[in-house]
């Protein structure tokens, strides 16, 4: 079975720190994800990586920026954390680029700021 | 913008009856969607897919059905169990990362 690991399941964070949220995949998918999910509002895409070293602004990158230096690994950063990026954030990895395949999905880190 | 959408938040079923959860997308040129399935405390999971080229698809009490006329997709589980209450959602493939809806939330009625 593939298995997408987040490294915490809660966090809680004072406001202005740097924050780290590392998610693994053990599948040697290529692409890598980071969700955010808010009630009412779904999942939405902040960034997204296709290879190692690459990575692509998702809907709502602002206040986020991503590292991927292998490939199972996919960290997500937030530079100055704020009360309004508290949410739980999903990680996902999927299949190569250009195949239509399901993205599977870690736990979530449920992330509060204060 | 392109947006994928489910129709209602929330969904009350008794036990024992076939639910249908529904879903609008806006992107004439998706190709594949998805159903996930995600309980309290958990990441989504997939439950079943569709590609563009077919109208319905079975799966293990579930089916799925493509209208691409309308831009409308729906997800049907047969003999709702209490086991199925969660969050769906829908997603739509757009190249190689995947919009999602706002989710249903399905409670299921002893």
């Known amino acids: 079975d593939v298995k997408v690991t987040q490294s915490s399941r809660y966090l809680v964070k004072r406001t202005g720190e740097k924050v780290f949220l590392e998610c693994v995949q053990d599948m040697d998918h290529e692409n890598m994800f980071w969700y955010r999910q808010d009630p009412g509002l779904g999942l939405r895409l902040i960034y997204f990586?296709?290879?190692?070293?690459?990575?692509e602004k998702g809907d709502i990158p602002e206040g986020y920026s991503v590292s991927r230096e292998k490939k199972e690994r996919f960290s997500l950063i937030l530079e100055s954390a704020s009360t309004n990026q508290t949410s739980m954030y999903l990680c996902?990895?999927?299949?190569?680029?250009?195949?239509?395949?399901?993205?599977?999905f870690g736990q979530g880190t449920r992330l509060t700021v204060v | 913008g392109e947006s994928v959408g489910l129709h209602l938040p929330t969904l009350s079923v008794q036990e024992g009856d076939n639910s249908i959860i529904n879903c609008a997308y806006s992107n004439s040129a998706s190709d594949y969607f998805i159903w996930y399935k995600q309980e309290s405390g958990k990441g989504p999971q997939f439950i079943i897919d569709i590609r563009s080229n077919m109208d319905k698809r079975q799966g293990q009490r579930v089916t799925v059905l493509l209208n691409k006329t309308v831009k409308h997709l729906s997800l049907q589980i047969a003999a709702t169990q209490p086991g199925d209450s969660a969050v769906y959602f829908c997603?739509?493939?757009?190249?190689?990362?995947?919009?999602f809806g706002a989710g249903t939330t399905v409670t299921v009625r002893a």
């Open positions: 997603a739509e493939n757009d190249a190689y990362k995947l919009s």
């Open positions: 990586s296709y290879d190692v070293k690459m990575k």
């Open positions: 996902a990895s999927s299949l190569g680029q250009g195949l239509n395949t399901e993205a599977f």
